[in-house]
């Protein structure tokens, strides 16, 4: 079974800088897709980034961004001049065999 | 409108009694979704719908039970539910491309679900 790993519970960054979440994932598929998606306390979830595994350039989104290394199997997001607004729930998701698992999740806190 | 809309907000039931989730999008999406998120966990899939047909269950036990009358709208019955069934019930949809599941999923923002 796929698994998804998120090493960093919780992560915090001034307002402004740059933050790096990590995600790992074991498959042995070839064919799959990545996402971050984001949920802020008491609000829906959305999708923050989305990458195929067959496209080997790094998916962007302003100030979002992943680094997408498929031989270690690891799906990175990068956020740059962190706002308020992005403090949230943030979790890794594999797509594969028709399902969708997420991985446990990193809290991130914006510290103004 | 890329909205995705869930009733009731909140829901308190007893163990006897029997009541209904509903999910609704107008996005012309093809692929619906539940799922169950526990406090401070990931949202765990429980049902697939694709063109209106039950395509995944993932071994959800039979008080959860789903109902999808048209392309936009997909219920959950509820009956007989334990405290441990309390949770936040998610609904997403999609685009069922070729590959299900895949495309983006766009999530209602939940029903907070008591079981007392």
């Known amino acids: 079974a796929q698994t998804v790993t998120q090493s960093q519970p919780e992560m915090s960054v001034q307002e402004a800088e740059t933050v790096t979440l990590s995600c790992t994932y074991d498959t042995s598929e070839s064919d799959y897709y990545l996402f971050w998606y984001k949920q802020p306390p008491s609000r829906q979830m959305i999708l923050v980034i989305r990458?195929?595994?067959?496209?080997?350039q790094n998916a962007t989104e302003n100030r979002f961004s992943v680094n997408f290394q498929k031989a270690a199997k690891s799906f990175s997001l990068k956020i740059s001049d962190s706002q308020l607004g992005d403090a949230a729930m943030y979790f890794c998701a594999y797509w594969g065999a028709q399902k969708l698992v997420f991985g446990q999740g990193t809290r991130l806190t914006i510290n103004p | 409108d890329t909205e995705v809309t869930q009733t009731p907000k909140h829901l308190v039931m007893g163990m006897t009694n029997k009541k209904s989730l509903k999910c609704e999008q107008h996005?012309?999406?093809?692929?619906m979704y539940w799922y169950k998120q526990k406090a401070k966990k990931p949202p765990e899939l429980m049902f697939v719908?694709?063109?209106?047909?039950?395509?995944i269950n993932e071994s959800v036990p039979s008080r959860f039970s789903p109902e999808c009358p048209n392309s936009s709208l997909l219920n959950l019955h509820l009956h007989a539910l334990q405290p441990e069934d309390s949770a936040l019930y998610l609904c997403a949809s999609s685009q069922p491309g070729l590959l299900l599941g895949a495309d983006t999923q766009y999530f209602g923002p939940g029903t907070r679900l008591t079981v007392l």
């Open positions: 996005m012309g999406h093809r692929a």
């Open positions: 990458q195929e595994a067959y496209k080997q």
């Open positions: 719908y694709s063109y209106e047909k039950l395509s």
